[in-house]
């Protein structure tokens, strides 16, 4: 499975993008994957973003982006996209993708619950 990250960029504080993350594959079935989303601003850990399971009946968010960052799915695409909204200057990172199978949900905000990871998005925030 491949996947790749679009849809970053630099936008002011209080302004939106969204962030898409495409699959593709010779054989895999993208609703059988949980998909998340993590950002990591050089020099610190990795964070999770949000997360939608196989048939995007449920999602995950962190408590700092509940509220402002929407997942969301098209399991006809092939695509998860994240919706975020009210950008903080917190908010700057680089955003990669992930997409791993049988993630139970008490592990779907762990990076190593993942397989596939997409090369990641920046999104900028200026104040």
């Known amino acids: 499975v491949q996947l790749q990250a679009s849809g970053g960029g630099a936008v002011q504080a209080g302004g939106s993008l969204r962030l898409s993350c495409a699959a593709s594959g010779r054989t895999f079935t993208f609703s059988s994957y949980s998909v998340g989303w993590f950002r990591q601003v050089r020099g610190k850990a990795r964070e999770f973003v949000a997360a939608?399971?196989?048939?995007?009946?449920?999602?995950f968010y962190a408590d700092s982006v509940k509220g402002r960052f929407t997942i969301s799915r098209d399991n006809t695409k092939n695509t998860v996209y994240l919706q975020v909204n009210s950008l903080e200057t917190e908010d700057t990172a680089g955003y990669y993708c992930a997409a791993g199978r049988r993630i139970i949900n008490s592990a779907i905000s762990r990076d190593e619950s993942y397989d596939y990871w997409g090369q990641g998005t920046q999104v900028t925030v200026s104040s």
């Open positions: 939608s399971k196989g048939n995007g009946g449920s999602t």
